[in-house]
C-alpha cells in the first residue's frame, strides 16, 4: 500500500490520486479497509466518500467510455421522467443548480474513467543515468547493482527468478522484502554509449538493447498485460501470449503486440520516436494524451510521433530491415541527413561529433552501409567519402570540417 499520509486531501484530490485509487481497487476484505483507514484517520471520513465514487464508477477495461456515458443518461432521463412534473414548478435558480450538478456528476465520471484508465508511466531511477556509466550496470530489484563490463553482454532472466549474465554468473533478484501479489517489482537496466546488450526475459521474449538505452522490466509478468518501460532503442522478438499482451510504454509512444517483431526507437531526448513493424500486428498510440486513440500497423509500416507537433504518422516502410541492421553490428540507411547519422554512430561508439549545424543542415541526405564492427576511424574514412566531407578525429572526439 501507499505511504501516502493524505492529511488535507479534498474528496476530489483524492479520486485523482493514482496511487489511493490503484490501493482502493487493490483492497479485497473490508478487515483491509478498515486497517487501512486507522492508519490515516485525519482523512477518514473523505476516504470513505471517495472510495464510494470510485466504487460507484469502476468499470471493466474492456469497456469504453461510451458505455459508461450511456449508463449515466439512462441515470439522468430516469430522474427527468420521474420529475417532469416538480421541475414546471421549480424556480430558474433551481433549475441552473440541478443541470450544474448534473455536469459536475457526468464531468466528475469521465475525469475518474480517464483518470484511473490511463497508462502509467514509470520513472527511472535518478542515479541510473547512461552518461553516468561506463560499464552496462543492472540494478536488481532487491537493491543490488551489478556492472557488466563487456561490450555486448547477455543477460536472461530465469524461470526460478535468478538472473544469468553472459551463460556464467547467476544473481537472484528476488526483492529483499516480500511484496503483495499484484504488485510489480522492476528491475533496472542501463546500457552506456558503446554497448548493447542482449535480453531475455521470463515469458521468452528477447529483446536486443542499443548503445544509451535504459529499460525496466518485472521479474515475471502478472495481470492483464506484460508490460516494459525504455528509453533509448530496442528490438523486441516478444512470445506470443493472446491472454497477456505485451505493452512497451515511452515517454511518449506505446506499443502493444500479442506476439510479434518490432523495433522501437524512442530516446526521450530526441524530437521524434519511431516503431517499425516486421511481423506481426500492432497497436501503437500517444503516451501523452488520455484520449489518444491506437491505430494499428501491419508489417512493413513505420509509425512516427514527432514531439514537436504531437503528431502521430503511420506509412508504409519497404525497408524494415535497415531499421534492425544494428543487432548484427551494421548500420543501414537510406536518404537520412547528416545530423542523424552523426548521433546514431556517437550512441554506438560512444565518440562526441562537432561541426557546424547549419553546414550539415543544408547537406544532401545519404544512403549506404557501414560496418560498426569496424573502429570509429575506418567508419569515418567510409562515411566522409559517401557525404563528401573532411574531418579530424581527437580522441573521443570527431571534428566535421
Not at 497477456?244 to 526507437?265: A, H, I, Q
Request: charged letters at 25%.
Amino acid at each position: 500500500m501507499t505511504d501516502k499520509t493524505y492529511t488535507g486531501y479534498s474528496i476530489q484530490d483524492l479520486i485523482h490520486d493514482d496511487e489511493f485509487v490503484e490501493t482502493v481497487r487493490s483492497i479485497s476484505s473490508e478487515k483491509e479497509w478498515h486497517a487501512f483507514l486507522a492508519v490515516h484517520a485525519d482523512a477518514k471520513e473523505n476516504m470513505k466518500e471517495a472510495k464510494k465514487i470510485i466504487s460507484l464508477f469502476e468499470v471493466k477495461e474492456q469497456q469504453m467510455p461510451l458505455v459508461l456515458k450511456h449508463q449515466l443518461w439512462v441515470k439522468i432521463a430516469d430522474f427527468n421522467k420521474t420529475n417532469k412534473k416538480n421541475v414546471r414548478r421549480l424556480s430558474q435558480k433551481r433549475v441552473v443548480s440541478i443541470a450544474a450538478s448534473v455536469i459536475v456528476f457526468v464531468a466528475l465520471a469521465g475525469m475518474l474513467y480517464l483518470s484511473s484508465h490511463r497508462d502509467k508511466g514509470y520513472s527511472f531511477s535518478a542515479s541510473n543515468t547512461v552518461p553516468d556509466n561506463e560499464n552496462t550496470v543492472l540494478m536488481l530489484a532487491n537493491g543490488k547493482k551489478i556492472e557488466v563490463e563487456k561490450a555486448q553482454s547477455n543477460i536472461a532472466v530465469l524461470d526460478n527468478k535468478d538472473v544469468q549474465i553472459d551463460n556464467d554468473t547467476v544473481y537472484n533478484i528476488q526483492a529483499a522484502t516480500p511484496v503483495p501479489d499484484k504488485q510489480l517489482v522492476f528491475n533496472e537496466l542501463v546500457i552506456p554509449y558503446g554497448k548493447k546488450t542482449t535480453l531475455t526475459l521470463s515469458d521468452g521474449t528477447k529483446v536486443w538493447l542499443n548503445a544509451g538505452t535504459r529499460f525496466a522490466f518485472p521479474q515475471e509478468f502478472r495481470g492483464k498485460k506484460r508490460r516494459v518501460f525504455i528509453d533509448g532503442e530496442g528490438y523486441f522478438e516478444v512470445s506470443k501470449n493472446e491472454k497477456m499482451p505485451f505493452v512497451v510504454s515511452s515517454k511518449n509512444m506505446n506499443v502493444e503486440v500479442l506476439g510479434t517483431k518490432f523495433n522501437m526507437n524512442a530516446y526521450s531526448v530526441d524530437d521524434i520516436c519511431e516503431t517499425v513493424l516486421l511481423e506481426g500486428k500492432v497497436n501503437v498510440w500517444n503516451a501523452d494524451k488520455l484520449l489518444s486513440e491506437k491505430v494499428e500497423m501491419v508489417p512493413n509500416q513505420k509509425a512516427s510521433f514527432r514531439i514537436g507537433d504531437k503528431q502521430m504518422l503511420v506509412e508504409h516502410e519497404p525497408h524494415t530491415e535497415n531499421y534492425i541492421a544494428w543487432i548484427d553490428g551494421w548500420y543501414k540507411f537510406k536518404n537520412e541527413n547528416l545530423r542523424q547519422v552523426f548521433l546514431k554512430l556517437g550512441r554506438y561508439y560512444n565518440i562526441t561529433f562537432v561541426y557546424d549545424d547549419a553546414k550539415i543542415g543544408k547537406a544532401l541526405p545519404v544512403s549506404g552501409k557501414l560496418d560498426l564492427k569496424e573502429t570509429p576511424e575506418e567508419v569515418m574514412k567510409t562515411l566522409s567519402m559517401v557525404a563528401e566531407f573532411s574531418y579530424e578525429i581527437n580522441e573521443n572526439k570527431v571534428i566535421v570540417n
